[in-house]
């Protein structure tokens, strides 16, 4: 008995007990394996681009890569400035830089969001496979709002306004993402208004995954932040539409009235990750 091995206990947070690897990124490795094996794939799991990176965005990465320090906490100034500035022509939500906040890609800054927020987590339902297993592993709660093949699988201003009804103080977070992982469907108009005013009346925080909006279809995709820019998080980076989905680069657009949750996940930022480069 003297001479058996000792080794420590297996100890784990009761979060992620039995918690498995995400389901994209777990289907991407089997599949590469496989297609390394000589065997023909076809993906319909991953949203990896197909293209390749744009060429004038590789020169500029080339002409940056001797840039070695630490980068402030929120990420370099000029890149929170363009992001601003994209965001105020093309979605018409006019922000400053001071609104922006960089990450090792949107998932990690979603992380964050929600480990500092107070309050539910709302998702309608089929959706991205991350949203809630991050909400699990902090121990939030999540409230699912089941959409339906008749409304195109996109959320309806009714079944969000049913849902705060039932405790209307109650502070939430709700997640819309469009064009749509996994249903490729997007928001009219006239449903992104409805939405946000039901948003509004409730006080609902709005985080607005748009990673997929430069693919819209007609080119014709809408923020919501346009209706209820007070409210409103836009979270986008260059996975998607740049098809540069392992640089890691996402970014986070607040209204100016929510620099206290902004400075919060800066905060957790300085404290994870550092900096994005």
């Known amino acids: 008995m003297a001479n058996q091995k000792r080794t420590p206990d297996i100890n784990l947070n009761l979060n992620v007990r039995g918690l498995p690897q995400s389901a994209t990124l777990a289907i991407n490795e089997l599949s590469n394996k496989l297609k390394q094996e000589g065997k023909k794939i076809y993906k319909l799991g991953l949203g990896q681009s197909p293209f390749p990176v744009p060429q004038p965005v590789v020169d500029e990465l ?94 309806t201003a009714e079944e969000l306004e049913s849902q705060c009804k039932s405790d209307p103080e109650k502070p939430r977070i709700l997640i819309i993402n469009y064009p749509s992982n996994p249903t ?12 946000a ?14 990673i997929y909006g430069e693919l819209h279809h007609k080119g014709k995709h809408i923020s919501i932040s346009r209706y209820y820019p007070e409210g409103t998080i836009i979270s986008s980076g260059l996975s998607k ?36 480069s």
């Open 241 to 276: 539409w740049c098809g540069a989905g392992g640089w890691r680069l996402g970014t986070f657009t607040f209204p100016t009235s929510m620099r206290w949750l902004l400075d919060a996940m800066a905060v957790m930022a300085s404290e994870t990750f550092t900096s994005t």
């Open 62 to 155: 080339k002409v940056n890569a001797h840039q070695k320090d630490y980068l402030p906490v929120k990420g370099l100034m000029r890149l929170r400035e363009a992001v601003a500035e994209y965001h105020c022509r093309v979605n018409g939500a006019c922000h400053n830089a001071e609104d922006v906040l960089i990450g090792p890609g949107s998932k990690e800054l979603m992380f964050l969001l929600q480990y500092v927020y107070y309050g539910d987590l709302v998702i309608p339902t089929p959706s991205w496979v991350s949203y809630a297993p991050q909400a699990l592993i902090i121990g939030k709660q999540v409230r699912w709002l089941k959409t339906k093949p008749e409304n195109n699988w996109v959320l």
């Open 197 to 210: 005013r039901v948003a509004k009346k409730y006080k609902v925080i709005l985080l607005s995954d748009e």
């Open 184 to 195: 490729g469907l997007t928001y009219q108009n006239g449903e992104l208004k409805e939405l």
